[in-house]
């Protein structure tokens, strides 16, 4: 893979937790992110504290 580097469990759920958006903003967020790592093949999407990220 190339990229950066993977954010483990606890940072994810810690920015997926911390957030102060709403829970449909939250997740069309972090689906966003998702796809671009996965659209990229690469390990982070660059937004780090974002949730999904």
Known sequence: MSGGS???PA???RNWYHS???TM???RIA???HWYK???I???CGN???PGC
């Open 6 to 8: 993977r954010p483990g």
């Open 11 to 13: 940072r994810r759920w």
């Open 20 to 22: 102060t958006l709403e």
């Open 25 to 27: 903003e939250r997740t």
């Open 31 to 33: 689906a966003g992110n």
């Open 38 to 40: 996965i659209r990229h």
């Open 42 to 44: 690469e390990g982070c």
């Open 48 to 50: 780090h504290g974002q």
